[in-house]
């Protein structure tokens, strides 16, 4: 039977409002994007990127792993993707600095080189893996795409019902810091188990098993803060064994900037003294989107990363269209449903579509 579900985009955030935490990192980083001069990167590249909320169909049956580039020829469409971006739950260095901004001792600054002032530079904190409400937020945004419903299409407590979900990513990319390897693993765990555990009276109709791809490019900004610094691949494969890291014995072919050498099994790109700069991350990132991601034959892909990336990629790569704000190709400062920092866990839909540059 037909499950019919009310309209509404997937853009799922934690119930209570942005922290003013989070507020002031967007505003340091979009300062800090702006005097790079990275905000004006967008208009110039070959290829433009432009992202609008993505709504669920109405019909299920409606199928979303296809590209409808019928008019690529005549509009300079390259191609356009359903992109689920979800940035990580807590990890441990989130606590740390939420515990000492409670007790007045947050650091001055994130970027400060003593570890004595600031914990994000100790060696404590290298790849920071997830707390346990950062696992629990991971399981609560994994209930949220499922739904539960009759094959009438009703809600009432049947004997027998079914399971499905929301949204069907054809593939997840994720970084390969641990903690987005776990938010991956938890909130899209029915895409990766072919036997997933559901109520007797259920059904289950999950989409199935599908490859989960860890990416350099996906990486937080590189440099100085040790939470960023990823562990070789050789250990990050034993301890998850269902993450695919084929692509660091055969990187992927960036047209716009040639990196293969640099993605080894130790993490030689990061640097302990310095933090990367805003120039060389919207590189990467347009380079992910672009070389990667737009050649992929998959239509609809689900992408877990970090809360800088995240915003650099809504402010500096991408230009991002919805109700809030429906020209984004000036240097706004107001940030939108689609631009605002993303909350832990935090995961928001988009259309995203790639166009060559009209000459």
Aim: hydrophobic share 30%; net charge negative; proline share 6%.
């Amino acid at each position: 039977g037909k499950t019919t579900t009310a309209t509404t985009t997937t853009t799922t955030t934690n119930k209570k409002a942005s922290s003013p935490n989070n507020k002031h990192h967007g505003d340091h980083l979009l300062q800090w994007l702006k005097k790079e001069g990275c905000l004006d990167m967008k208009h110039e590249r070959p290829i433009k990127i432009r992202a609008e909320p993505w709504m669920i169909p109405h019909d299920e049956s409606n199928n979303t792993h296809k590209n409808n580039n019928k008019d690529a020829s005549t509009t300079g469409t390259i191609t356009t993707k359903i992109l689920h971006f979800q940035r990580h739950g807590q990890g441990y260095h989130n606590l740390i600095y939420t515990l000492l901004d409670e007790k007045g001792y947050a650091p001055s600054s994130v970027y400060d080189t003593d570890p004595t002032s600031n914990p994000f530079v100790r060696s404590e904190l290298v790849d920071a893996p997830l707390t346990e409400h950062g696992r629990l937020q991971c399981i609560e945004k994994h209930q949220q795409l499922l739904l539960h419903s009759n094959h009438d299409g009703s809600t009432n407590n049947l004997p027998t019902r079914r399971t499905r979900a929301i949204i069907n990513p054809e593939l997840i990319v994720v970084s390969p810091l641990t903690r987005c390897i776990q938010t991956s693993l938890l909130t899209f765990q029915h895409l990766r188990q072919p036997h997933v555990h559901v109520p007797e009276n259920e059904e289950n109709e999950y989409q199935g098993v599908v490859p989960f791809l860890a990416h350099e490019d996906l990486r937080e900004e590189m440099g100085l803060l040790l939470c960023n610094k990823r562990r070789s691949i050789s250990e990050l494969a034993l301890d998850f064994p269902t993450i695919d890291f084929s692509l660091y014995n055969n990187p992927p072919n960036n047209n716009n900037n040639n990196n293969n050498h640099d993605w080894k099994n130790e993490d030689t790109l990061f640097c302990p003294t310095t933090r990367e700069s805003a120039v060389h991350q919207s590189e990467r990132i347009y380079r992910f989107l672009v070389d990667f991601i737009a050649q992929r034959s998959e239509h609809e892909i689900g992408i877990v990363g970090h809360s800088a990336w995240l915003f650099h990629m809504c402010h500096g790569v991408m230009e991002c269209h919805d109700e809030d704000n429906n020209n984004q190709n000036d240097q706004s400062t107001t940030p939108t449903k689609l631009t605002s920092w993303f909350e832990q866990a935090d995961l928001r839909s988009m259309k995203v579509t790639f166009t060559t540059t009209p000459r």
